[in-house]
């Protein structure tokens, strides 16, 4: 018996005190892990409203109700579950992350953040505390991107930082449009859109994720405190030729698109080292698609997305521009068209310093002196920091790997993040802290 | 009213002469231009025993049966129609090609060849003309090897080329064998394999097709005669690095496969371009796939195939090498690991040239001294040829394009393609000819 289900038999009304009831995040964990499993990829694929999603979204419902906690989807398709304890009317204290993957992914970014969530606030009920303002449990939608291609889909429309306009309009690669998807799934794709009541009522959003890159491992640290996250965007870029016969076509009267793709490709990664160091450059190609995709026939269209981060926004818009310019260069001499779409952009965020140096005070009796690091990873944390103070905790990550099957976090650090959080919790919810 | 339904009402039992019909090529095509079209990449797609390769065949026989040709399908997959006009025993002079498509292919390779075997013996039958020998016209099961990666497959297997335990095991990308997909359409696949009595039951193999390059533009004719086959191939190339963040993950720290992709695709134009002139060397990749393929994450793999070409089969041979050497290379730079499986090997075809001389003659008196030219695209004739006589007929492509929806021919020319075949194989079963 898991231990939702050793919960899960005394339906407590919401906004009364449960019964303590502790929830382990590594079982919790464990209980997620059949779900969205990827036979082909490896990993886990959970993307919005599909079968995994829903799956997982059905799972946050039932823990969070086995904890006593309110549960509700806003207008934007984000999850939210609140303890009231005592019925403060004041702004909420936030935590939480996200439930959807990128395709293949790891187990932990972003369930992590929202088992630790209702870990935290089990924790809190068990020992007893009475927090002054309501502590939230979120479950951000499509924070990955990886159905729409957005990423912090949910967090960005809640904040006004999307039109809604133009989210209706996205579509999936089966062709579903993100309206059609929404309304599938019960949200009226009419009303999605800034949702700045459900905002003002949010104090602060502290977010836990397993960290994304090595940092903490040669620091012996099993927790750290985020400062920044790197500016970062996503661009598609279509390069289109003449589709023809592989075998057939002399060299010189070729217009091959995947020639132009190969310089993307590499120019990607040169222009990124070239801009090193100091600006933290980075550049990706991790996904590209031809058509018509034949072994034996020259590609008359190929699509490549790319994925571009720096320190500063100044840094990824001198980086694209250079890459842009190689596969202009590179499609003029292979006689191909060129067209960039920016899909998304994100500005450099700064966390809040008041905000971290809290966390870390409540941190310090069980951690000591918690390392600060910067992540090149965009969070829901991020788009919330615009418009409310905002602090992210990371867990230990031993091989730094991410968005793929290996990443991972020992049991025991999974545990000091729970105990990390509560205290952060703990302090930000005692005697009018936030 | 079409001219299939033209003649269908009158439902002529095989063997004996069927009220004379004419089959105009350019209606037949028209006739099947809806079948298979491929909405999301343009063109066509028909690969074996989907529903537009079900489709295609239903209309064989039907169109076939109009004719007064009797219809079967051997142990391996290839449908036959056959004039007997008379009952003389003495093996077939046989035409015809395939209609599956590359994906998003164009719609004359190879239902051009199909259409006009079937005109041709229309026109025969029409002028009243009584063939020495059975005349066959075929259509050949997955020339593209678009569904199961080898091309030529129902050829190959009727030739004893390709071991029916290998054919049975191939999937295709949805995980199917291909023994389960031939059992499901009623094909046996315990019994697929070596058919020495129909071969042997084959005088010769007299295929027309569509061109692929531009030769016969140029020289003002509208059809040609093959001289040769490139020797060809082609190897599936997997590379194997490590899945990451595209953001967290450290440029220095990076094992991105997607690089030793650029790679490989830059070599094989490189590599093409140095071996030329003279060894008409190619080398293409048309199809990729990167894995878990997300725009946010650093591919933990890619594979990639190679089509390459070259006049003859050594030089193919250093071709691939060359690249290969290159792949390696850049895989070992970039710390991947790199697998290179051969899905396919064709070796230098030369045409017959007693036969080509033959039908070369038949076509003298409407053509003039029609064009010999070499091709760098495989084809069942090919396969054919190391078994029996075999010869091509080419009708002029004008732009040369091929493996393409772009690719075409003049109604004028298709028409003078049906002509060319009907005075080949009205020569050719004209008093013990063949």
């Not at 091959?256 to 120019?267: E, G, K, T, Y």
């Not at 545990?415 to 005692?430: H, Y």
């Amino acid at each position: 018996m898991g231990p939702v289900e050793a919960a899960a038999g005394g339906e407590a009304p919401a906004a009364e005190a449960p019964a303590a009831v502790l929830l382990d995040p590594v079982a919790a964990l464990a209980e997620l892990a059949p779900l969205g499993a990827d036979p082909v990829r490896g990993g886990w694929s959970r993307h919005l409203f599909d079968d995994a999603d829903r799956e997982m979204r059905a799972w946050f419902v039932r823990t969070a109700r086995s904890l006593g906690l309110d549960v509700e989807v806003d207008r934007n398709a984000n999850q939210w579950a609140t303890w009231r304890a005592g019925g403060a009317a004041a702004p909420a204290v936030a935590t939480g992350s996200h439930l959807d993957s990128v395709p293949g992914g790891g187990p932990l970014d972003g369930p992590l953040g929202v088992v630790s969530g209702l870990a935290a606030v089990a924790r809190l009920q068990a020992e007893g505390h009475r927090p002054d303002r309501p502590i939230r449990v979120a479950n951000f939608a499509e924070e990955e991107g990886a159905r729409f291609g957005v990423p912090c889909l949910g967090s960005q429309l809640l904040a006004g930082d999307l039109t809604a306009e133009r989210v209706r309009a996205l579509t999936d690669t089966a062709g579903a449009t993100a309206a059609d998807v929404l309304a599938g799934a019960g949200i009226d794709p009419a009303r999605i859109g800034p949702d700045p009541d459900r905002l003002a009522d949010l104090a602060l959003y502290l977010e836990l994720h397993v960290e994304q890159g090595r940092q903490l491992a040669p620091l012996g640290h099993p927790v750290g405190l985020a400062t920044s996250i790197l500016a970062h965007g996503r661009w598609r870029v279509t390069l289109t030729g003449r589709g023809d016969h592989a075998g057939a076509t002399e060299l010189d009267s070729r217009h091959d698109p995947m020639l132009v793709a190969a310089a993307a490709i590499r120019s990607a990664r040169d222009r990124a080292v070239a801009a090193e160091p100091g600006t933290r450059s980075r550049a990706t190609v991790g996904k590209l698609h031809a058509v018509p995709g034949g072994s034996n026939a020259i590609a008359s269209e190929v699509t490549l997305w790319l994925d571009a981060r720096a320190e500063h926004d100044a840094d990824v818009r001198a980086l694209v521009a250079a890459i842009i310019g190689d596969v202009e260069a590179a499609s003029a001499a292979e006689g191909c068209g060129v067209v960039v779409v920016e899909e998304s952009f994100s500005t450099r965020v700064e966390f809040d310093a008041d905000l971290t140096d809290r966390v870390a005070a409540a941190l310090a009796p069980r951690l000591g002196d918690v390392p600060r690091i910067p992540t090149g990873a965009g969070h829901d944390a991020g788009i919330l920091a615009a418009h409310l103070p905002a602090a992210m905790l990371f867990v230990r990550n031993p091989d730094g790997v991410s968005h793929s099957p290996h990443e991972g976090a020992s049991d025991q650090d999974i545990r000091a993040g729970v105990d990390a959080l509560a205290d952060a919790l703990r302090a930000l919810t005692s005697g009018g802290a936030a």
